[in-house]
């Protein structure tokens, strides 16, 4: 999964130092996490959980949910470490 992490960072660099930098489309990273097995969709019958509103959304299921194949903690420490890696062994605002 660290492969996969360090390959949607280097894709969203890629994409902000393009000749034309700005921001990052948002359906382009989806399709680009999901490629690399980073988000996966899931068919739901009900909310997953009390803040979830893909019924609200999308109304009456079944609908497909997108989820996160990494927990939120090692996500956190993989995006450490590819800021600390991209500047140099320092985190920014650490």
Same mark, same amino acid.
């Given at each position: 999964? $660290?492969?996969?992490?360090? #390959?949607?960072?280097?894709? %969203?660099?890629?994409?902000?130092? $393009?000749?034309?930098?700005?921001?990052?489309? &948002?359906? #382009?990273?989806? /399709? @680009?996490? *999901?490629?690399? &097995?980073?988000? =996966?969709? =899931?068919?739901?019958? /009900?909310?997953?959980? /009390?803040? %979830?509103?893909?019924? *609200?959304?999308?109304? @009456? &299921?079944?609908? @497909?949910?997108?989820?996160?194949?990494?927990?939120?903690?090692?996500?956190? @420490?993989? =995006?450490?470490?590819?800021?600390?890696? /991209?500047?140099?062994?320092?985190?920014?605002?650490?």
């Amino acid at each position: 999964m $660290s492969r996969a992490l360090a #390959e949607f960072g280097r894709w %969203c660099l890629d994409r902000m130092r $393009s000749p034309a930098p700005g921001d990052i489309d &948002g359906g #382009e990273a989806q /399709e @680009e996490a *999901e490629r690399l &097995g980073l988000l =996966v969709r =899931v068919t739901c019958t /009900e909310p997953c959980g /009390e803040q %979830c509103t893909c019924a *609200e959304y999308h109304g @009456e &299921g079944p609908w @497909e949910c997108l989820r996160p194949a990494i927990a939120d903690d090692d996500l956190d @420490e993989a =995006v450490d470490a590819a800021a600390a890696e /991209e500047c140099h062994g320092e985190v920014p605002g650490a």
